[in-house]
């Protein structure tokens, strides 16, 4: 299955004073201060914002508190109308995917930034009041794997959906208390969480998911590769079950690829009908009344599964593979088990293995691990990074691999840099010096590896000047 790197950033929010948080103070969910009361309860309070997170503080004219997934502001040097606000937390921790062109009129779509705000999410996005505190979106909607669910990062606050909630309903990603944690180092923060997390790699645009939860939550199966370029310049995206692709200027047109075909099954001849009360006629070519006889269990699941338009005709006759009743359509198989519980005796073949096997996609098969040889560093003093390059299919390390590496300074800058060649160990290590730093500062960096013909495996780290 495939997985994505999720990572915790550790990003420092560097332009404000955030070491003003006392040294006895050490216990969770702290009581929101009066002046934020109000617009954290107007704002949904502890159920749609968390916790308090650490005391008030103060950075020039604002007044600063995190809650678990967000950092309020309040700043009386502004307009009465807009001194409440949210800090943009996930410009700080990602860059951001880049942008989709797409025409910005088409009904039922929420364009923004150069982003499609999932429809799941846009009802709560407009109940937060829009772009105005929560933020423009930065990426589009992803499948994470690691938290099975359905995520999107916007400026201010970041969405997540759990698969197959079936009342769709919306959380917050905890931007507050992965801030909180770093620049107060856990004094007044809730204890570390599994979910505060944020994936910070760069992804090609990923317009399948509202497609595939048209399907049914199971019917595709687990996504195998992360959405990739083919050679014919179309996006697409490899599940188990299935294979999507469409048209980077063509956003709105997702359609399955013909998988059977693509993976060697041969159409059968049209076959006449069958005397059997069990099965359905399709006729195929009505003058000759050929055609293919399909199960009326088999036209039932369809229909519960986005219907004939994705499935299309079928192309084959039952056939048995290993014991396993099996008919084909021009974009997927089905199987019937018979061993199986009756609930689950028929599914879509995982032809998705076959084909990616085929298709030889690298792009989800290399492993990336970084590491400082040291969390803090003193101004000035030489850090060393290390990086571990292995291929999961074999898990095999990857010699004379140069992985990139991009560091974000604190004057804004960035500096990019190259590692040596990989070792027959797959690891590398790169010197680091940074002159003009001061203590406090978080110094992020990025590093990527690529190969001809796949998407680079990104990986996002930090380390603390102190």
């Not at 009581?31 to 503080?57: C, K, P, V």
């Not at 951001?96 to 009802?123: E, M």
């Not at 002159?435 to 978080?442: E, L, V």
């Amino acid at each position: 299955m495939y997985k994505k790197l999720a990572f915790i950033l550790i990003i420092g929010l560097m332009a404000m004073g955030l070491m003003g948080c006392s040294e006895s103070q050490t216990a969770a969910n702290v009581a929101i201060d009066a002046r934020f009361s109000d617009f954290y309860n107007l704002m949904g309070g502890e159920t749609t914002l968390g916790a308090g997170q650490g005391t008030m503080f103060q950075d020039g004219s604002r007044l600063l508190q995190f809650t678990e997934n967000a950092l309020m502001i309040y700043d009386e040097s502004l307009p009465a109308g807009e001194r409440y606000n949210f800090e943009p937390l996930g410009k700080k921790f990602l860059t951001g995917d880049p942008g989709l062109t797409i025409a910005d009129n088409l009904p039922g779509v929420r364009y923004l930034n150069g982003h499609l705000v999932y429809v799941d999410f846009i009802p709560f996005f407009d109940q937060l009041g829009g772009v105005r505190f929560v933020g423009q979106p930065l990426t589009e909607v992803r499948f994470n794997s690691d938290q099975n669910r359905y995520e999107q990062y916007f400026e201010k606050l970041g969405f997540y959906l759990e698969l197959g909630d079936s009342q769709k309903r919306v959380h917050l990603i905890p931007y507050g208390l992965i801030a909180c944690r770093q620049n107060y180092l856990g004094q007044g923060c809730s204890a570390p969480r599994s979910d505060a997390v944020i994936d910070a790699q760069d992804y090609l645009p990923q317009p399948f998911i509202t497609f595939t939860q048209s399907l049914g939550d199971n019917f595709p199966g687990a996504p195998l590769t992360a959405p990739y370029l083919t050679a014919d310049g179309l996006l697409e995206q490899v599940y188990e079950n299935v294979v999507i692709t469409v048209s980077p200027n063509d956003l709105k047109n997702v359609q399955l690829r013909q998988l059977p075909a693509l993976t060697g099954i041969q159409p059968d001849k049209l076959a006449p009908a069958l005397d059997n009360e069990l099965m359905v006629f399709l006729p195929i070519d009505p003058i000759a009344n050929l055609g293919h006889n399909v199960p009326t269990r088999f036209l039932k699941y369809i229909a519960q599964n986005g219907g004939a338009n994705n499935s299309g005709i079928p192309t084959t006759e039952l056939f048995n593979v290993n014991g396993i009743r099996r008919q084909c359509f021009t974009y997927y198989c089905l199987d019937f088990d018979p061993a199986a519980p009756p609930e689950n005796q028929i599914h879509p073949a995982p032809l998705g293995h076959l084909y990616l096997a085929m298709q030889n996609v690298t792009s989800g098969q290399i492993k990336l691990i970084v590491w400082e040889s040291s969390p803090t560093v003193a101004p000035g003093q030489e850090q060393i990074l290390g990086v571990l390059a292995y291929n999961t299919t074999p898990n095999l390390p990857m010699q004379n691999m140069e992985p990139a590496i991009e560091i974000n300074l604190p004057d804004g800058t960035v500096q990019s840099l190259h590692f040596p060649p990989t070792s027959t160990s797959g690891s590398t290590y790169l010197k680091i010096r940074l002159s003009k730093t001061t203590r406090g500062q978080i110094i992020a960096y990025k590093v990527c590896l690529s190969q001809p013909g796949s998407t680079p495996v990104c990986s996002s780290e930090s380390w603390l000047v102190w």
